[in-house]
């Protein structure tokens, strides 16, 4: 259930993938407008991690996941009736802010359930269902937009919604021992800074952020990559797109079956380390001149691999730093996560020029990044043992 929650904000922005450059042409705008409806979603999720988090340390995990059902199904149907550009661009705002509740509260109701030790375990199960949904959504996408059009996209998660709050309403026992106290933002903006000034958390936390923009820059430019370089419907995208999400099942196994034996650290620079190999392949395979996806998907799909091995366990250690504000770290870090994937989105439809390579190297530049604030918050903590948390 928990699963299923947390992947609602996911397959509402990413169900819609197939559609932008259709909507480019429905509403005549440019590239760079249509896709704020993913990148603005994105970053909505990104400030609504912020907002859910606190409250759901203070109010509980159920009446907070609930609120953000309710805004979701909101949301949805204002998207199906925009008119505009700019109102459909609104509405998905709303849709993905309501979305990010499930995201923030999956991961802390987990690490109020299974303590410390077992959460990267069930962290990494919980991220696999969570990742393939959305991750399956672009292909449910494209037939929807061939067959019902566009707009039909937000029905289905308006009822998706409504089935999720129902179970919910009924299924969810709430999980929060010891409420904690809301006390003005200036007290939670130093929570934010005390996470931020704990070397361990840092490190995690951005690692996370920068694996993220991996797999958002690619979900933001292969759409469009689709059509132009590889001369494929967009349509296509979500088919092929399959080949990447058996990527990222293939790396929350691995995560799960071997994460306590080699430890949260050596898994991680494994994970950053493999999705680097696949990008370098991506980019050696293009200067070979052949004009097919699967050049594109195929490693692509290796380097999301590493993408499935990395995230649990860094997730679940930044958690794992502050126990008693697990609500608020997984918020901040779903925040960095979501923010810094929003921006480079956007970067990577300014930067399109027709090919794969600014792609391709704006995913180098954020995989090594992943593994340079890893290594580096990693070598200043001082006392700390991250291995413990998988």
């Known amino acids: 259930m928990l699963a299923v929650a947390s992947a609602l904000g996911p397959i509402g922005m990413q169900i819609l993938l197939p559609a ?30 912020l907002f859910y988090g606190p409250l759901a340390d203070q109010f509980g995990r159920k009446p907070v996941l609930l609120l953000g059902l309710a805004i979701t199904i909101f949301g949805s149907a204002l998207c199906y009736f925009a008119p505009s550009i700019e109102l459909l661009i609104l509405a998905r705002i709303i849709q993905s802010f309501g979305g990010a509740a499930g995201l923030v509260l999956a991961r802390a109701i987990i690490r109020d359930v299974y303590g410390a030790d077992d959460a990267a375990r069930v962290i990494a199960t919980l991220v696999m269902i969570m990742v393939v949904l959305p991750m399956l959504s672009p292909a449910l996408g494209g037939e929807l937009t ?57 490190g995690y936390s951005l690692c996370v952020a920068f694996v993220s923009v991996v797999f958002f820059s690619f979900i933001a430019g292969a759409p469009e990559i689709m059509i132009s370089a590889f001369e494929r419907p967009s349509t296509e995208y979500g088919y092929y797109f399959i080949i990447v999400t058996s990527g990222f099942i293939l790396g929350n196994e691995v995560a799960r079956r071997f994460g306590r034996k080699y430890g949260v650290q050596e898994m991680i620079k494994f994970g950053v380390s493999v999705s680097i190999l696949g990008i370098l392949i991506a980019i050696g395979l293009q200067l070979s001149g052949i ?9 692509i799909a290796l380097t999301i691999f590493g993408n499935g091995v990395t995230l649990p366990n860094a997730q679940a250690s930044a958690i794992n730093e502050f126990p008693h504000l697990a609500g608020t770290a997984s918020g901040l870090t779903g925040f960095l996560q979501m923010a810094f994937s929003a921006l480079f989105a956007q970067l990577v439809s300014i930067l399109f ?38």
């Open 146 to 202: 061939a067959r019902f059009g566009w707009k039909s996209v937000f029905i289905v998660v308006a009822c998706f919604s409504i089935l999720v709050m129902l179970l919910s309403r009924f299924w969810l026992n709430e999980t929060l021992k010891e409420p904690q106290k809301f006390s003005g933002i200036r007290p939670l903006l130093r929570n934010f800074s005390s996470l931020m000034h704990s070397p361990a958390f840092r």
């Open 353 to 390: 020029n027709g090919t794969a390579y600014p792609l391709l190297f704006v995913m180098l530049f954020a995989a090594l990044a992943s593994l340079y604030f890893f290594t580096t918050s990693m070598k200043l903590s001082v006392g700390t043992k991250p291995e413990a948390a998988a």
């Open 20 to 49: 932008i450059p259709i909507i480019k042409e429905y509403f005549q705008v440019s590239a760079e407008i249509a896709q704020l409806t993913l990148s603005l979603s994105m970053l909505s999720i990104a400030f609504g991690t």
């Open 291 to 299: 004009k097919h996806p699967l050049i594109l998907f195929a490693p």
